[in-house]
Structure formats: structure tokens, C-alpha cells
């Protein structure tokens, strides 16, 4: 199994309240994903990051952010959390070059409920 | 945009039978494919990848085959088990590392 690990498992925070995710790998990947998960909608790209201190937005960044200060952390933050925003949260890892070039390899996810 | 869908949404077979699922994306350009497996509440596990230059994989009783040309790829599965129950997606990456996801297939296997 790849070596990500997230934190919290599960959260559950009320309308309007900072909330911050975090996402730490052991394998030393380039790329890291946040992706969320809904009903309907499958999994849906947050903001991915290409190195420290390089990031970009997905499709659905709105309300997000991220930050990557080191190789093996990439936090996700919700500003003032909403309703609209309880998912669950996965971070995924993966790295150029090598047999299997771009895999990608997920942790365990984040259940975050807004009250 | 590139989309991404997966047909049916819902699947339910008897132990021990072959079965296929289907994966179709609208833009042929794409550099990997990738099929995963996802159990309930838990994050999801890379099944198998397939690259641009290569047309199928296999792992055990798994064979995953690209025709980019028609915009599917396929997920064989042998013998299938109730082990085997578990929502499979497949993901696409345009050769942008960022991967577009089908909204998967839910698979029941019944023993």
C-alpha cells in the first residue's frame, strides 16, 4: 500500500468555521491531488500540487485552498466551511518517470460533515 | 471537456461468471487509464494502469484493454467472486497528471 496517510478521519464542524485537511506521504511522489467524492457526481479534482510551493486549481476549488510547504505534506483548507462542502475528502499521490509513470495511489479519505 | 462514463451504473451477477464492465471517454487524446476498486468507506485501490503506448493489462483473474481510437476501454473479470463486490471507476489523465474520473460501476457477486 502507498504511504498516505489523512488527517482528520472524520470531522464534523459547523457552518462558518476554518477547517483544515492534511495529507502526508512517505513516498516521496512529485504530484499530490485533493479530490472529493459526492453522490452523483463521482470524484471531482479540489487543487493538485507539482512541488513545493507549486499548486493549481481543479474544477471545483471554489471555497478551497492549498498549501504545500514540504515534499511529503499538501494541506487542504476550507476558509469558512458551508453545508455544501460535506464529502468526503481524498488526497492522492503520483510521479513522473518509472515504470508505471502518472499511477495514481489514494489514501483512506476524510468524512467531513458541515452542520 | 473531456467525460468520462461508465455503463451500467449497477451490476449484480452469480459467483463464478465472466463479466465486463465498460469505460468510455469522448477525447481520444489521453496519455493513461486506469482502473480502481473502491469498497465501501474506504479510499481506492489502483486495479490496473494502462499507458498510451500499451493496449491491455492483466493482474490475476483482471485483463484491462485501451482502444483509444473508439474512445473504451474494458475490465474483464474472471471467475468472478463475491469478494469481487466493490465499485470499480476508471480514471483518464489527458497527459496532465490530473486524472478525470467515470462515476463507477457498483458490482454485487452472489454467492
Known amino acids: 500500500d502507498a504511504g498516505i496517510t489523512q488527517s482528520p478521519r472524520h470531522k464534523v464542524t459547523e457552518t462558518g468555521t476554518p477547517v483544515t485537511l492534511r495529507c502526508h506521504q512517505t513516498?516521496?511522489?512529485?504530484?499530490m491531488y485533493w479530490y472529493r467524492q459526492d453522490p452523483g457526481h463521482g470524484l471531482r479534482l479540489i487543487h493538485y500540487?507539482?512541488?513545493?510551493?507549486?499548486?493549481d486549481k481543479g474544477e471545483v476549488s471554489d471555497g478551497y485552498s492549498v498549501s504545500r510547504s514540504k515534499t511529503e505534506d499538501f494541506l487542504l483548507t476550507l476558509e469558512s466551511a458551508t453545508s455544501s462542502q460535506t464529502s468526503v475528502y481524498f488526497c492522492?499521490?503520483?510521479?513522473?518517470?518509472?515504470?508505471?509513470?502518472?499511477?495514481?495511489?489514494f489514501g483512506e479519505g476524510s468524512r467531513l460533515t458541515v452542520l | 471537456k473531456q467525460e468520462v462514463t461508465q455503463i451500467p451504473a449497477a451490476l449484480s451477477v452469480p459467483e463464478g461468471e465472466n463479466l465486463v464492465l465498460n469505460c468510455s471517454f469522448t477525447?481520444?487524446?489521453?496519455?493513461?487509464l486506469q482502473w480502481f476498486r473502491q469498497d465501501p468507506g474506504k479510499g481506492l485501490t489502483s486495479l490496473l494502469l494502462?499507458?498510451?503506448?500499451?493496449r491491455e493489462q492483466t493482474s490475476g483473474r483482471l485483463n484491462a484493454s485501451l482502444d483509444k481510437s473508439s474512445g473504451r476501454s474494458t475490465l474483464y473479470i474472471a471467475a468472478s467472486q463475491p469478494g469481487d463486490s466493490a465499485t470499480y471507476l476508471c480514471?483518464?489523465?489527458?497527459?496532465?497528471?490530473?486524472?478525470?474520473f467515470g462515476t463507477g460501476t457498483r458490482l454485487k457477486v452472489l454467492a
Open positions: 492522492a499521490i503520483s510521479s513522473p518517470g518509472g515504470t508505471n509513470t502518472g499511477e495514481l495511489f
Open positions: 513516498e516521496n511522489h512529485r504530484y
Open positions: 500540487s507539482y512541488g513545493v510551493k507549486d499548486t
Open positions: 477525447d481520444s487524446a489521453i496519455y493513461n
Open positions: 494502462i499507458q498510451s503506448s500499451q
Open positions: 480514471a483518464v489523465e489527458p497527459g496532465t497528471y490530473k486524472y478525470i
